[in-house]
């Protein structure tokens, strides 16, 4: 998908979709609890509303393996939306039950087979927050018509929709080929206001060999290298991985003015910060998504302090709608929701538990579909639309300057422990520090 695409006015956007729906947040009765373990076929019944026969809807997430601790504010989120549903009496007076199928680490037949089983469970949505790739399993679902969300943040799944004509498989995000001009941006912007001088204009970057991971690192050079800036160094590795020892060494060989690191494993991340503080060099040091997993936090302690970090997805802050979920959240399971993936499953089950409502029919998958297409939503993500056939959400600043239908591309930065959102406007609740490793 293009970044070069022309903005969109919200004059100019509801003009081509309309808007049928409205965001809004309903804190019900919170049962349920995320028991299932390494289970791969468990399901979470929250029946406290409605008295029809339950609607069951498909969650897959990865229950274990190196993404597990992501996973489990995805489904966590997803059973808060769930519980608050069927406190307010259901869908359609029917309560909603979510089946848990564990997609581990995304691959292909994995993929295939909790799609297979999704469809053969007659489920009336499907929730994958991680998918492949390649997109094989996307015809499972394209062909069953079944409403299906993901955010898996890659291009290639939004050109597969587009370019195969499907109208029910929403990228409830934008790609990932926003995170790399946006980061750019804003260190243009540090270096305009004097909050921040690089040292050079030099950058090394640490990158997961993944595609989307490899994407995010290329579009960041390249954009950065139209501003004049040089790379060091350009090193993939093969998550997970914990000892960084050989890319440190090129780093404190030649110090860069900024370190980019990309992945979304939490543990990756933390242990590179961690080893990076035992003798920092003078370099502003972005990581890219993981910091926004509670578990980032837990396994990097202190070292993480001064970290930027950014997700194309993510709990705004400080504001009326995501201060209720948050309270929400912490009250049903006792710990914080994170950044991210806990508040976009919890919007789009509500996003979708809307249309059906409009609809009338939960079955009626094609009415369903297009009632989500032409949402509007406001939701503790910010906002939702999605305005053209790729059927993924876009971001703001960097392609809408309008913040009602363009979803916040969030900076934050870790200030003593605390995640600082300092960017974009109207969203910050702070503004960027120089780290502790760069102050005189």
Not at 57 to 70: F, H
Not at 107 to 135: E, I, L, R, W
Not at 235 to 247: K, L, R, V
Request: charged share 15%.
């Amino acid at each position: 998908m293009p970044n070069n695409r022309k903005s969109l006015s919200r004059r100019e956007f509801l003009q081509g979709v309309g808007a049928a729906g409205a965001g809004g947040l309903v804190v019900g009765g919170l049962a349920g609890y995320f028991g299932h373990g390494s289970s791969t076929t468990a399901s979470d019944t929250t029946a406290s509303g409605g008295k029809g026969q339950p609607l069951v809807v498909g969650s897959g997430v990865p229950v274990t393996g190196a993404y597990s601790g992501d996973g489990q504010m995805m489904l966590r989120g997803q059973q808060l939306a769930v519980a608050e549903i069927n406190a307010a009496g259901g869908v359609l007076g029917r309560p909603l039950q979510l089946s848990v199928l564990n997609t581990e680490e995304q691959q292909p037949d994995v993929m295939k087979n909790v799609f297979q089983k999704f469809v053969s469970q007659n489920v009336a949505a499907v929730f994958a927050p991680f998918c492949t790739y390649s997109s094989v399993e996307f015809p499972i679902v394209a062909q069953a018509k079944i409403p299906t969300f993901h955010v898996n943040t890659w291009h290639g799944n939004v050109d597969f929709v587009k370019s195969n004509g499907i109208t029910n498989i929403f990228q409830g995000d934008p790609s990932e080929t926003w995170y790399g001009p946006g980061f750019a941006y804003l260190v243009d912007d540090l270096i305009k206001k004097n909050t921040w001088t690089p040292s050079s204009k030099t950058m090394a970057i640490v990158t997961s060999n993944d595609p989307y991971s490899l994407n995010i690192s290329k579009t960041f050079q390249a954009t950065m290298s139209k501003q004049g800036w040089h790379t060091t160094m350009f090193q993939e590795f093969t998550a997970p991985q914990a000892d960084w020892t050989a890319a440190l060494v090129q780093i404190r060989n030649t110090p860069p003015g900024i370190v980019f690191f990309s992945d979304y494993a939490a543990g990756d991340e933390a242990s590179f910060i961690k080893q990076f503080r035992q003798s920092p060099t003078p370099s502003l040091v972005y990581q890219q998504y993981a910091p926004s997993i509670p578990q980032y936090l837990q396994l990097a302690g202190a070292a993480a302090n001064g970290v930027i970090w950014s997700t194309v997805v993510g709990v705004v802050e400080g504001d009326y709608i995501s201060g209720r979920f948050n309270t929400a959240f912490e009250q049903k399971f006792n710990t914080s929701p994170g950044f991210s993936n806990a508040g976009d499953q919890y919007d789009l089950v509500h996003i979708w538990a809307n249309a059906v409502a409009e609809v009338g029919d939960p079955y009626a998958f094609d009415k369903v579909n297009a009632a989500v297409k032409n949402t509007i939503y406001r939701g503790v993500c910010g906002a939702y639309s999605w305005p053209d056939d790729y059927l993924t959400c876009y971001p703001y600043p960097d392609y809408t300057k309008d913040p009602s239908v363009g979803m916040p591309h969030l900076t934050f930065q870790i200030q003593n422990g605390k995640q600082v959102l300092i960017g974009p406007d109207p969203y910050t609740t702070g503004s960027f520090q120089l780290p502790p490793w760069l102050k005189k």
